[in-house]
């Protein structure tokens, strides 16, 4: 009900219908209908929280990480429902980027991201070969050896690799296990050193 015309009425979302009614002098009257749809396509705001940097959780390549939930806000009343692109809450070493989505009543969305970062700061772990006593070559000062590399090399992230450095009666270094040394007479010192993929050494 109201006047003769429908300047500035305010519609809600959905459908609502109108009906005109026309009367006469006499009281005679008739009328008509017709709707008028709203619909809303105005996407929602959303808001991410800022990066994350977290190391990895002790003896594996990932880390478990909690993100918390983005705000957001709608023109229109009803529940948001937030869902991210990146299942569970285990994040791999390295840089993941979540994107978020946020969805309102009438299925408008919006998207923000989030970088989500897993610093390995965790040390291989080494084990060394116990001490050798070998005797020169026949006629010869010194003996060829091959040294027996670290028992125990292992990383949490997997691939790592060998270094190693000679002090004392011989001297020098490598960055592969050797098949074979010259140890001059003497005593000589061999220093393993194994490196992971993050720079963690030991």
Do not use: H, R
Request: glycine content about 10%; some cysteine; charged content about 5%.
């Amino acid at each position: 009900s109201g006047s003769n015309t429908l300047a500035g009425f305010v519609f809600n979302k959905n459908v609502s219908t109108v009906t005109w009614k026309v009367m006469d002098a006499a009281g005679n009257s008739a009328t008509c209908s017709f709707t008028v749809t709203v619909t809303d396509n105005q996407k929602p705001t959303i808001t991410c929280s800022g990066p994350v940097t977290v190391n990895n959780n002790p003896g594996v390549c990932s880390a478990i990480v909690n993100l918390i939930t983005p705000t957001g806000t709608d023109n229109c009343p009803g529940p948001l429902v937030f869902t991210k692109n990146y299942a569970g809450n285990i994040y791999p070493v390295g840089t993941t980027i979540v994107t978020w989505t946020v969805t309102d009543v009438s299925g408008n969305t919006q998207t923000c991201t989030q970088s989500v970062t897993v610093i390995d700061n965790e040390n291989p772990v080494i084990g060394c070969a116990g001490n050798m006593t070998v005797l020169n070559d026949p006629g010869q000062c010194f003996a060829t050896v091959t040294p027996t590399p670290p028992t125990i090399a292992t990383d949490n992230c997997g691939a790592i690799t060998y270094s190693y450095v000679l002090s004392g009666a011989t001297v020098g270094s490598g960055n592969v296990v050797p098949v074979q040394i010259i140890f001059n007479m003497g005593l000589t010192t061999v220093t393993w050193k194994i490196t992971d993929q993050s720079g963690n050494s030991a």
